[in-house]
């Protein structure tokens, strides 16, 4: 196992989001299945972590889990040192699916929705705010428009608007822009950067592809499959878009990749599930070795 | 996946390789992205025109088969029962037979819409609130309500109470099952998004459900909306004449009884007329302000 290194010390203040030896599990109505085992990690202020990992590797759980939804069956997770026990609005999820926008409410509601069923502001300082918001993800000009009439890169843009008008302690991405084509996916994480720059909020990003880790977060943590562990924690603050077809860029992501997928050979027994996994991990020790 | 080559199979040439282009793009005229329909179909889009004129060809049908048939007390011709109704409306007596039923019907149609919203939050909130709600529907759903009446009778006496139960009756069990069918239609991600902002009980249900669920509460409301009126005059049929002012039923077995065969029509009419009036007036605006205007059906 790699070495962890805690930027505490150096940072002053202490992490704003603890991950600590959770283990989340969920029920079929014949097996309890182990999604995550026993997770670990940090986030500190103004973060892009990332969550990594070939599907079935229990992240998407986890960001549930810090969500509030899912309850773990061991250790804990806190925010500012408090444990989470329940959904809230100091962590906003923007979802995958594009249902996540009610359908009933217009652009203009839709950002001002938790702001108003949290509570946190009156109506006009709602609107206000939302405004805002949507001029930073550039769609004042459809604020009237209801999301059925929208594309798909703006249902998510809308729902990026909604989540920051909230200004949440932390911003949870379950992998945000999968749904998306590559031409606006490419687009949408520059536009990501861009508000992260201006705005610096805290960020947890859940995505299945090696490039869009590295180029989205600064630290990546890695999850292996079956049940999820942590596998390694990675930097990746040097990288950006336009590092995507540098020599450095091209080897982190086949060091990512080896990884993922050296795993696999040791704790998979044999399952029709894993074979496609074990292919991949196959050839990506190959090019590895090469 | 391509079959594997047999032997003697030759393999097709490579394609020849053709010189690159770049065409520079004027901008085009606005018409040629998007242009008007012609007149005659825009006009043959409008709902109310397609519609009144398959309600012209209806009611042409029935003049002419009440013609041939020739026989005023079995089946008199739409301009007979047309003057009727528009006599019994000048009169007045329609009117006031109509604004009785529909008194009576607004009153037990209000009160079946809040019990169903009871027994569905119910239902979406607690496991026990579910049982309940699947085991009564499937008891009382399938039992007409004006099977009911005569028990009804015994319990409330002649007269409003009496028509209020069974209207309840019919309107409760297909809006529950409707709205409750709609609850779990809406989707996972919608109900997190809910969750994430605090959102929690009868704020969640109705901030939350009611919306998404809507296209399947306004069908429920329709249902719901067409078991009362046919409760409503089909009791009034059997018991309108004791509870001393009587409805639109009562209008209709009246005039049966005194061979006022037209009137028995236009009293019909009525309750066609009431039914088309509060369906595209009432349902259809409610459903192009919302569900269509939404997204959420088409």
């Given at each position: 196992m790699a070495t962890v290194t805690h930027l505490n010390h150096s940072s002053g203040t202490g992490p704003l989001l603890q991950v600590d030896g959770v283990s989340l599990e969920y029920r079929t109505p014949q097996h309890v299945v182990r999604a995550t085992h026993q997770v670990s990690f940090d986030v500190h202020e103004a973060d892009r972590f990332v969550l990594l990992g070939a599907s079935g590797c229990g992240k998407s759980t986890l960001l549930k889990a810090i969500a509030g939804f899912i309850a773990p069956v061991e250790g804990e997770i806190r925010l500012d040192?408090?444990?989470?026990?329940?959904?809230?609005?100091?962590?906003?999820?923007?979802?995958?699916?594009?249902?996540?926008?009610?359908?009933?409410?217009?652009?203009?509601?839709?950002?001002?929705?938790?702001?108003?069923?949290?509570?946190?502001?009156?109506?006009?300082?709602?609107?206000?705010?939302?405004?805002?918001?949507?001029?930073?993800?550039?769609?004042?000009?459809?604020?009237?428009?209801?999301?059925?009439?929208?594309?798909?890169g703006m249902k998510q843009r809308v729902a990026i608007a909604r989540a920051l008008a909230m200004q949440p302690r932390v911003l949870l991405m379950d992998e945000p822009f999968a749904a998306l084509d590559a031409l606006t996916r490419r687009k949408m994480?520059?536009?990501?950067?861009?508000?992260?720059?201006?705005?610096?909020?805290?960020?947890?990003?859940?995505?299945?592809?090696?490039?869009?880790?590295?180029?989205?977060?600064?630290?990546?943590?890695?999850?292996?499959?079956?049940?999820?562990?942590?596998?390694?924690?990675?930097?990746?603050?040097?990288?950006?878009?336009?590092?995507?077809?540098?020599?450095?860029?091209?080897?982190?992501?086949?060091?990512?990749?080896?990884?993922?997928?050296?795993?696999?050979?040791?704790?998979?027994?044999?399952?029709?599930?894993?074979?496609?996994?074990?292919?991949r991990q196959q050839t990506g020790s190959q090019r590895l070795s090469a | 996946m391509n079959a594997p080559l047999s032997p003697g199979q030759s393999l097709p040439p490579d394609p020849p390789v053709r010189p690159e282009f770049e065409h520079a793009l004027p901008p085009l005229s606005p018409r040629a992205a998007e242009r008007p329909l012609p007149w005659t179909q825009r006009i043959w889009q409008?709902?109310?025109?397609?519609?009144?004129?398959?309600?012209?060809?209806?009611?042409?049908?029935?003049?002419?088969?009440?013609?041939?048939?020739?026989?005023?007390?079995?089946?008199?011709t739409f301009l007979q029962t047309g003057k009727a109704l528009l006599e019994g409306l000048a009169g007045g007596e329609l009117l006031l037979r109509a604004g009785i039923s529909i008194g009576v019907l607004l009153q037990g149609y209000a009160a079946g819409i809040l019990a169903a919203f009871v027994l569905t939050t119910l239902a979406v909130s607690t496991r026990i609130g579910r049982d309940l709600l699947s085991t009564l529907t499937a008891m009382f759903n399938p039992l007409p309500a004006i099977a009911l009446l005569p028990l009804?009778?015994?319990?409330?006496?002649?007269?409003?109470?009496?028509?209020?139960?069974?209207?309840?009756?019919?309107?409760?069990?297909?809006?529950?099952?409707?709205?409750?069918?709609?609850?779990?239609g809406v989707p996972e991600t919608l109900r997190m998004a809910g969750r994430n902002y605090g959102l929690r009980g009868l704020r969640y249900v109705l901030q939350i459900l009611v919306p998404a669920a809507l296209p399947s509460i306004l069908a429920g409301l329709k249902v719901g909306w067409a078991f009362a009126w046919r409760t409503l005059i089909?009791?009034?049929?059997?018991?309108?004449?004791?509870?001393?002012?009587?409805?639109?039923?009562?209008?209709?077995?009246?005039?049966?009884?005194?061979?006022?065969?037209?009137?028995?029509?236009?009293?019909?009419?009525?309750?066609?007329?009431?039914?088309?009036?509060?369906?595209?007036?009432?349902?259809?605006?409610?459903?192009?302000?919302?569900?269509?205007?939404?997204?959420?059906?088409?």
């Open positions: 040192g408090r444990a989470i026990d329940a959904p809230g609005p100091d962590r906003i999820v923007v979802f995958q699916e594009f249902d996540q926008l009610p359908p009933w409410k217009t652009v203009l509601d839709n950002v001002a929705f938790p702001l108003l069923a949290s509570r946190t502001l009156g109506r006009a300082e709602a609107v206000e705010r939302a405004k805002h918001y949507i001029d930073k993800v550039g769609l004042t000009p459809f604020a009237s428009a209801f999301p059925h009439t929208l594309s798909g994480q520059e536009e990501l950067l861009a508000l992260w720059d201006e705005v610096r909020f805290t960020l947890l990003f859940v995505t299945h592809s090696i490039e869009e880790a590295l180029v989205v977060g600064n630290r990546i943590g890695l999850l292996s499959p079956h049940p999820g562990r942590l596998r390694a924690e990675i930097n990746s603050h040097h990288f950006d878009l336009l590092s995507q077809g540098s020599a450095e860029f091209q080897q982190t992501t086949q060091r990512i990749h080896g990884l993922l997928f050296d795993d696999v050979a040791y704790s998979a027994p044999a399952q029709a599930a894993h074979a496609g996994l074990r292919h | 409008q709902d109310w025109l397609r519609r009144g004129l398959i309600l012209v060809v209806l009611a042409f049908a029935w003049e002419v088969t009440a013609r041939v048939q020739d026989n005023d007390l079995l089946f008199p009804a009778l015994l319990w409330f006496g002649l007269g409003r109470g009496s028509l209020i139960f069974v209207l309840i009756h019919s309107v409760l069990w297909p809006l529950a099952l409707n709205t409750y069918a709609g609850f779990q089909a009791a009034e049929l059997v018991f309108g004449a004791s509870s001393g002012k009587g409805g639109l039923g009562w209008y209709i077995f009246q005039n049966r009884n005194e061979l006022y065969t037209d009137r028995v029509f236009a009293g019909l009419a009525l309750v066609i007329i009431i039914g088309l009036l509060v369906e595209t007036l009432g349902f259809q605006t409610l459903e192009r302000v919302t569900v269509r205007r939404w997204g959420l059906q088409r």
